[in-house]
């Protein structure tokens, strides 16, 4: 593979072994990249570092250091900290499985593709990933990345598996403290039924490619402008109505019903065939009714 391997170690199962590498599944998008300049002279400002009362230091002169109290400090040297013992640095054990959906969305944070090292692993590795896709069962163990210790989770993707990054129970926030103000309350028969017939008018397959990043668009468009304009100021304002607060449900049905009828593909109905009838000419006199003309 032309990338580089973002780890490199073995899969532990039991006394089973399984050399593997770890790939980024991911990449970062475009993005427009900002530099901060002094506008005075058009110089872009640069960052030194610095003691105080020294001014600044050479980049080889710097350590990492622990405050263990108030401008007390332990230095730790980058070999200190790379000799610490830690098995999960080249060894991913799995120590528990647990079915496909018990894990919440909330914890999952990064995807990595996971190969085998070599053809002597493939086999083992199949063997895995197939008792992983029979069972339906996700497997848990703890990996070292980077300087830190990740609990990861390893599931079958195609041919290969994917290896995914989970956050500590500390990292999430609990969704009472948030949701504690929300009623508890039963919504509108009628108004569930037109939500629910917006949410399949507009259900269809997941396509991400269908998806851009339309504010990066515009700030390159902004910019395309800026350079025409030599340095005239372009401020773009759009009038947006303002959401309105505490709509009643008078509003809200209207709001789903004109959105379920915009733009709604009725479905073709079969026209019944045309009778066969006498054509009359013009000449022909049709009686008109008495009754018809009363009511006209």
């Not at 980058?78 to 919440?104: H, R, Y």
């Not at 909330?106 to 190969?115: A, I, K, N, S, W």
Request: proline share 6%; aromatic share 6%; net charge positive.
């Amino acid at each position: 593979m032309a990338a580089r391997a973002y780890w490199q170690g073995q899969i532990r199962l039991a006394l089973v072994s399984i050399p593997v590498e770890i790939y980024a599944a991911t990449k970062s998008g475009a993005q427009i990249a900002f530099h901060q300049i002094h506008q005075p002279s058009g110089k872009r400002v640069r960052y030194e570092k610095t003691v105080p009362g020294l001014g600044p230091v050479r980049p080889e002169d710097i350590v990492k250091g622990f405050e263990v109290s108030k401008g007390d400090y332990v230095l730790l040297q980058p070999e200190e900290i790379e000799a610490v013992k830690l098995e999960s640095k080249k060894t991913l054990e799995l120590t528990q499985f647990v079915d496909a959906g018990e894990i919440d969305v909330l914890y999952y944070e990064r995807p990595y593709y996971v190969v085998p090292a070599d053809d002597l692993a493939e086999e083992a590795f199949i063997v895995l990933r197939d008792a992983l896709r029979r069972t339906k069962k996700v497997g848990l163990g703890q990996l070292a990345m980077r300087g830190r210790e990740y609990i990861v989770s390893l599931k079958p993707c195609g041919r290969g598996m994917v290896l995914e990054t989970l956050r500590y129970a500390d990292e999430v926030n609990r969704a009472q403290s948030y949701f504690r103000e929300i009623e508890d309350a039963k919504p509108d028969a009628e108004l569930l039924d037109l939500a629910e017939t917006l949410i399949e008018k507009k259900t269809a397959p997941f396509k991400p490619d269908s998806f851009h990043d339309r504010y990066v668009d515009a700030l390159q468009r902004l910019i395309e402008k800026k350079k025409k304009s030599k340095g005239r100021r372009i401020i773009e304002e759009e009038e947006e109505t303002p959401a309105r607060r505490g709509s009643n449900v008078i509003d809200l049905m209207a709001a789903l019903k004109k959105s379920v009828d915009s733009g709604a593909a009725r479905p073709a109905t079969k026209k019944a065939p045309a009778k066969t009838a006498t054509r009359k000419t013009p000449s022909s006199k049709t009686p008109a009714k008495s009754a018809t003309r009363k009511r006209a």
